[in-house]
């Protein structure tokens, strides 16, 4: 055991005389407003790597989690006198509220000889709901009070309800030029076919041209979330985010990441303050087409019955 103790600090002995660096990181307070951060808010920070000339810096992104994601990243690097500094400059938002940590970000730092991974520190801001301060819940002033109901006083309104929701369906119907009672259908669509179809249907909406980008997006999540479960026979229109991305993972879906990025930028738009550029709110779109055609499987045409 002390052999292998004296082992491990050699190698980090040899290694600190290899690779020569500091680390440092820090927010932008030019550009974050520290005192009135809400969510969905951007919030940047920097990290700047100071090396000796032989040896380079890459970051590693990361797996995005529920409640805080990098939405971009730039790079630029300065020659000091004997030594390079490389700068990252990151552009993050949270979901969720109180006393938050941007966690370390990873980096390599490389050389003719060698690689070792190295870490900034962690960051904390406190995040701030975008609800009143004065919200709050409404509670009963006294205990309800119990009423009793007899079978007509049940029965009457649903048959009611049941009469009004028949005689919309009926004139529905009718004023599309549709069959009254609809006709068998001959042929199962496959799912990336009604999905596709959907998405053509969007598009005359012309949603972006509008300004209604929130509507835009909320269209997009159902038809991906639909499209899933026609696809993969699972309830996805009904899972919450982490639950489609381990549901993908266990079905080792193709391009998982891909559908869980468009889900996470729709969660963005539908909850948070957030509003895309028009480049990204139209290619959002050709994502998810790219998905549907890269997981759709062979169109499965029932036998009709002559009969």
Same mark, same amino acid.
């Given at each position: ?18 690779? /020569? ?45 529920? *409640? ?9 690097? +300065?020659?000091?006198?004997?030594? !390079? +500094?490389?700068?990252?400059?990151f552009a993050s938002a949270f979901f969720d509220t109180g006393l938050q940590t941007i966690p370390p970000q990873e980096f390599i730092l490389t050389s003719s000889e060698d690689s070792v991974k190295i870490y900034s520190d962690s960051l904390q801001v406190t995040i701030n709901s975008i609800l009143p301060a004065d919200s709050v819940a409404l509670k009963d002033i006294k205990p309800p009070v119990s009423l009793t109901l007899g079978f007509w006083d049940i029965a009457l309104p649903?048959? *009611? ?9 009926? *004139? ?7 069959? !009254? ?41 159902? !038809? /991906? ?83």
């Amino acid at each position: 055991m002390k052999k292998l103790i004296i082992l491990v600090v050699f190698i980090l002995f040899i290694n600190s005389f290899v690779f /020569c660096y500091t680390i440092d990181a820090k927010i932008d307070t030019m550009k974050t407003d520290l005192k009135h951060l809400e969510v969905g808010d951007r919030i940047f920070f920097d990290v700047s790597v100071q090396h000796d000339k032989e040896s380079g810096v890459h970051y590693i992104p990361q797996e995005q989690s529920e *409640i805080f994601i990098i939405l971009s990243y730039t790079t630029d690097i +300065q020659n000091l006198d004997n030594e !390079i +500094q490389t700068g990252f400059h990151f552009a993050s938002a949270f979901f969720d509220t109180g006393l938050q940590t941007i966690p370390p970000q990873e980096f390599i730092l490389t050389s003719s000889e060698d690689s070792v991974k190295i870490y900034s520190d962690s960051l904390q801001v406190t995040i701030n709901s975008i609800l009143p301060a004065d919200s709050v819940a409404l509670k009963d002033i006294k205990p309800p009070v119990s009423l009793t109901l007899g079978f007509w006083d049940i029965a009457l309104p649903i048959l *009611i309800i049941g009469i009004i929701i028949l005689a919309i369906i009926l *004139i529905t119907r009718s004023r599309k030029g549709l069959p !009254i009672i609809p006709e068998k259908k001959k042929k199962k669509l496959s799912a990336h076919v009604i999905a596709l179809k959907k998405i053509e249907q969007l598009k005359l909406q012309d949603y972006i041209t509008k300004g209604d980008i929130k509507r835009y997006y909320v269209e997009i999540s159902w !038809i /991906c979330r639909e499209y899933l479960e026609n696809r993969y026979h699972k309830l996805f229109l009904e899972m919450t985010g982490f639950e489609i991305r381990q549901s993908l993972k266990n079905l080792n879906v193709e391009k998982r990441m891909e559908i869980n990025s468009i889900l996470q930028e729709c969660d963005r738009v539908k909850f948070a303050k957030y509003i895309p550029p028009i480049h990204d709110a139209e290619k959002i779109l050709d994502d998810l087409v790219n998905v549907i055609y890269a997981t759709k499987e062979q169109e499965i045409e029932e036998v009709q019955d002559e009969n």
